[in-house]
């Protein structure tokens, strides 16, 4: 389902993978190897903040990310799962699940702005893909 209006921004669409398409976000893989990391991204124009979404839809947003964070648990055994809606480099709204576990490249701190992205290979990538989207229904 599109939305008037609304267009991926750039960035986001070469650091991630299509997933799948939700009722209210695109969810979408970031494409680095070092930390199993999924994007939301309500399909809204001009959203920056999650206070721009109508209440429902911060609901909608709220069950949405639920069902991305038990996918992504589903596909790995992490010590902790990181949230976030930074938006200081991309403004267009977007939440971060991230799966983190101790010892990883930016253990204990945040994975944003850490390092050189690892792209996944080509069966790695297809696999999670997959597993996810399982996952998502």
Known sequence: M??????????????????????????????????????????????????????????MLWREVTLASQALRAQGDFDKLNLGA??????????????RREGDAAWPGPVWGNGTALPYGEDALASLLQGLRDALG
């Open 86 to 99: 930074l938006g200081n480099i991309v403004r267009q709204l977007h939440v971060h699940v991230v799966g």
């Open 2 to 59: 599109s939305h008037a209006g609304f267009a991926l921004d750039p960035r986001l669409a070469n650091d991630t993978r299509h997933v799948v398409s939700l009722e209210l976000c695109d969810v979408l893989l970031m494409n680095d190897a070092r930390f199993p990391w999924l994007v939301l991204v309500p399909r809204r124009a001009g959203m920056a903040e999650i206070c721009d979404l109508s209440p429902d839809e911060q609901t």
